[in-house]
């Protein structure tokens, strides 16, 4: 078994997971692939699952009585949203990415515990280690790996760089008083006063997008992916002056995209994965198209795409 640090390394986010698709016209889940630590949400583990067997059906799972809204895969873990607002988690667990309450690795599906809230989940987003889960009101929640800080909660805290959210274990260090530790996502303080309305998750960083079209980003900023002109990690995410008026935002492993209201694309981060052959982009800059009305971004290890309201799809080849 590949242990959790090997699988960081990995150059394809979601080579160790699985593929997980929507029926549209019944809410119904489908997911195949590796299911080494129970990411395909079949029951038990290792064994891989083939599309032909791919819907998600197995008794004791909460998928099979509520039809499902969003989905998102990250390394080996699974989230959905489903009807009922319920976010439902399930694979490995070891960094608290399930948010359930613990870091053990789970085979069926686990309620990933928010707390109370009055608003409607908008989406969930995986990343390798990760998760993020926004609502309707903009309001954001994180768990799982922090080592990068990806997760862009109180850098004030000691400790802040552990592995996980630990909600207990942050109460008790600015209480002086030591209690049990649960492993719960945390409520994203520093921007609460902006309303998110994407996320989207890197390998080991996180971008965000606003309703007034700004991107933030923090967590790992090695090749630029947070596009703030250095390679430092940012804890606390803060809006870039540039692009404005964004309307989608994606993350590559290590690059990250957006798409303005106008249509136009624009690419930051691992050069190879945004078309530069010798240097990365450290700051957001304008991709050529030839077409000025791009609808839709996609990001994966070494490459990209772009989707234009013609629906023609655009790569942007990995470069050797």
Not at 66 to 85: E, L, Y
Not at 208 to 216: K, N, P, T
Not at 257 to 277: D, I, N
Request: aromatic content about 6%; overall charge neutral.
């Amino acid at each position: 078994m590949p242990q959790l640090d090997d699988m960081d390394d990995m150059d394809d986010l979601t080579s160790m997971s699985k593929v997980t698709d929507l029926d549209q016209d019944r809410g119904l889940l489908l997911s195949w692939g590796c299911g080494e630590f129970g990411q395909h949400g079949h029951g038990g583990s290792g064994e891989n699952v083939s599309s032909e067997g791919a819907l998600v059906d197995h008794g004791d799972s909460l998928v099979r009585s509520h039809r499902v809204k969003h989905i998102s895969c990250g390394s080996s873990h699974t989230a959905v949203v489903t009807g009922q607002d319920e976010v439902l988690t399930w694979g490995n667990g070891n960094s608290g990415q399930l948010g359930c309450g613990d870091k053990a690795t789970h085979t069926s599906p686990q309620r990933l515990r928010l707390g109370p809230h009055d608003s409607q989940v908008a989406g969930v987003a995986c990343g390798s280690r990760h998760t993020v889960v926004w609502l309707e009101n903009g309001r954001a929640y994180s768990c799982g790996n922090n080592f990068y800080v990806q997760l862009g909660y109180d850098f004030r805290v000691k400790n802040y760089k552990e592995n996980q959210i630990m909600k207990q274990h942050l109460k008790d260090e600015l209480s002086g008083k030591e209690g049990p530790v649960e492993v719960l996502p945390h409520f994203l303080r520093p921007i609460m006063h902006r309303k998110v309305v994407q996320v989207s998750c890197g390998k080991k960083f996180t971008l965000f997008l606003f309703e007034s079209g700004q991107v933030a980003g923090c967590g790992a900023n090695n090749f630029g992916q947070l596009g703030n002109g250095t390679r430092a990690e940012m804890v606390s995410p803060k809006p870039l002056d540039n692009p404005e008026n964004v309307i989608r935002i994606a993350a590559g492993s290590c690059h990250s995209l957006a798409v303005t209201a106008t249509g136009e694309l624009y690419a930051w981060g691992m050069g190879r994965a945004c078309g530069s052959r010798r240097d990365d982009l450290l700051t957001p800059q304008r991709k050529t198209t030839r077409r000025s009305n791009v609808v839709g971004v996609a990001g994966g290890s070494g490459h990209s795409l772009a989707l234009t309201g013609e629906l023609c799809i655009y790569l942007v080849k990995k470069i050797p």
